[in-house]
């Protein structure tokens, strides 16, 4: 089996560095220029202007407002949080669903969403349970029933057919949802996935009790450490202090009361990409599909995405020069345009 270092990379760096900082080991840069000295100071240490977070980020700003659909998993009653937002303008009739990535929810796509909704569609943007507002129970976590909870969202608002955009994780949930349920999907955006190799046979298991004890025994510094080099490993040579943000936004619940619930739960969820790979999703997908990315989203992704195209019969390839692993944040003009066109009618 093809080892990936792209997958490689993002599959333990989504672990949040845990192994890593909590038994003292350095930590790669995956064959990029190491950050500049005021971006290393900046990494080094925890700020103390950071307050305390909510698990279930409700101090998070939001473009929308968020609602809530109530779910009953594994015998458990959760919400799922999602923004339901109408067309700007003359409507479309059609709509558009944002599928996030692992160390972000709903809230980081506000750009895409005006992008669309001027374009006249209906964009949803739902947080996976587990995820940003939506509930975070401790049960097991797999794309078969995120790609469910999206149908009885979709369900639940009337829309019987919708273009699916996932990001970074949400590439695969789109892949799982699009292979999954074809007459709901209208096309299909892998837009930088992860996952693009099965590392079932590449690499070795990690328990989600041992990702978790290392996690609880982190320094705050090193908490920061690792929430800083989680992100900004998205924007290769191209950091911008605005991305500190997001950086924060990942720190901030591990300061409450509640951080152990939210780190078992990270610890569950970050296996996903190892227990429930979607390579072979691929080939089953039937909607228009387009696999869009950024050159500098790891060392082969340009070659990673190719292979995704030529998997899934008549996708489109886009490739985003100079460009790492959030183009929608990093370029905005040019990832607008691209997903626009491919849109189009």
């Given at each position: 089996?093809?080892?990936?270092?792209?997958?490689?990379?993002?599959?333990?760096?989504?672990?949040?560095?845990?192994?890593?900082?909590?038994?003292?080991?350095?930590?790669?840069?995956?064959?990029?220029?190491?950050?500049?000295?005021?971006?290393?100071?900046?990494?080094?240490?925890?700020?103390?202007?950071?307050?305390?977070?909510?698990?279930?980020?409700?101090?998070v700003p939001y473009p929308y407002p968020v609602t809530y659909l109530p779910l009953t998993l594994y015998g458990q009653d959760v919400r799922m949080a999602y923004m339901d937002i109408p067309p700007a303008g003359h409507a479309n009739g059609r709509t558009v669903v944002l599928l996030h990535g692992m160390n972000f929810a709903g809230f980081y796509f506000g750009g895409p969403i005006e992008a669309l909704r001027n374009a006249g569609f209906r964009v949803v943007?739902?947080?996976?349970?587990?995820?940003?507002?939506?509930?975070?129970?401790?049960?097991?976590?797999?794309?078969?029933?995120?790609?469910?909870?999206?149908?009885?969202?979709?369900?639940?608002?009337?829309?019987?057919?919708?273009?699916?955009?996932?990001?970074?994780?949400?590439?695969?949930?789109?892949?799982?949802?699009?292979?999954?349920?074809?007459?709901?999907?209208?096309?299909?955006?892998?837009?930088?996935?992860?996952?693009?190799?099965?590392?079932?046979?590449?690499?070795p298991w990690h328990s989600a009790e041992d990702a978790y004890k290392a996690a609880m025994a982190r320094s705050q510094d090193q908490v920061w450490q690792a929430a800083y080099a989680n992100i900004q490993r998205y924007f290769p040579d191209a950091w911008r202090p605005e991305y500190e943000q997001y950086v924060r936004i990942l720190y901030a619940p591990t300061l409450s009361g509640d951080w152990p619930r939210l780190a078992m739960v990270r610890s569950i969820y970050q296996q996903i990409?190892?227990?429930?790979?979607?390579?072979?999703?691929?080939?089953?997908?039937?909607?228009?599909a387009l696999v869009l990315g950024g050159e500098r989203d790891g060392q082969n992704f340009p070659q990673l995405a190719k292979h995704i195209a030529g998997t899934i019969p008549g996708a489109e390839l886009v490739i985003i020069p100079n460009v790492g692993h959030v183009p929608h944040l990093q370029v905005p003009e040019t990832f607008n345009r691209e997903l626009l066109k491919f849109l189009a009618p």
């Open positions: 089996m093809t080892k990936s270092p792209h997958t490689r990379w993002y599959f333990f760096r989504s672990l949040f560095v845990l192994v890593a900082l909590a038994c003292g080991r350095g930590v790669s840069t995956h064959g990029q220029s190491p950050p500049v000295a005021a971006q290393s100071d900046a990494a080094s240490k925890a700020p103390a202007d950071v307050r305390p977070g909510s698990i279930t980020y409700e101090d943007v739902p947080d996976q349970i587990g995820f940003g507002r939506s509930s975070k129970p401790i049960m097991p976590y797999n794309f078969h029933d995120m790609a469910m909870n999206t149908r009885a969202l979709l369900n639940a608002l009337g829309i019987s057919k919708a273009a699916i955009v996932g990001h970074s994780m949400g590439g695969m949930l789109a892949a799982r949802f699009a292979a999954s349920y074809p007459d709901m999907t209208e096309r299909v955006v892998l837009y930088d996935p992860i996952g693009l190799t099965d590392i079932r046979w590449s690499q990409i190892y227990l429930d790979p979607v390579v072979d999703d691929w080939a089953h997908i039937k909607a228009k």
